[in-house]
């Protein structure tokens, strides 16, 4: 990609790689992941993400590498320790995390997007690798 990124090619590059499995998410393709998100967060207010994975452990380890990467500091987490499938959202903005079983196929972190304001960027992107900034 290249530094005159647009909106429109942020968003194609992240449906594109979007829910990639282990084999096709190469160091490339993952660059190409992170180019887009950064340039689409910068865009918008706040973000949401949402953490589908096999344990709790896991969906905290994935939350907390986006979450320093995007620059957001993680209030202490009192999760139940689920082992078999969780769903783990976490809104930066009420510093509140919402956790559930999950029972579907895919593994990987969404963002959703959020903006206060018209002229802002607002939407939701992923699956993302859930190892992407580690």
């Avoid at 393709?29 to 918008?44: G, H, N, P, V």
């Avoid at 320093?68 to 999760?79: C, K, Q, S, V, W």
Wanted: hydrophobic content about 35%; overall charge negative; aromatic content about 12%.
């Amino acid at each position: 990609m290249s530094n005159n990124l647009t909106i429109a090619d942020a968003e194609r590059v992240l449906w594109e790689l979007s829910d990639l499995d282990a084999e096709a998410a190469t160091l490339e393709r993952r660059s190409q992941i992170c180019e887009a998100l950064d340039f689409l967060t910068k865009q918008a207010d706040y973000h949401i993400f949402g953490i589908c994975a096999d344990t709790t452990q896991e969906a905290m380890q994935a939350l907390q590498s986006y979450a320093t990467h995007f620059r957001y500091e993680l209030p202490e987490a009192d999760l139940p320790a689920i082992a078999d499938g969780i769903y783990l959202k976490y809104n930066p903005r009420s510093r509140r995390y919402h956790s559930d079983n999950y029972k579907g196929n895919y593994r990987g972190v969404l963002l959703s997007l959020h903006t206060d304001f018209t002229d802002g960027y607002s939407g939701t992107h992923g699956h993302f690798p859930l190892d992407l900034f580690l």
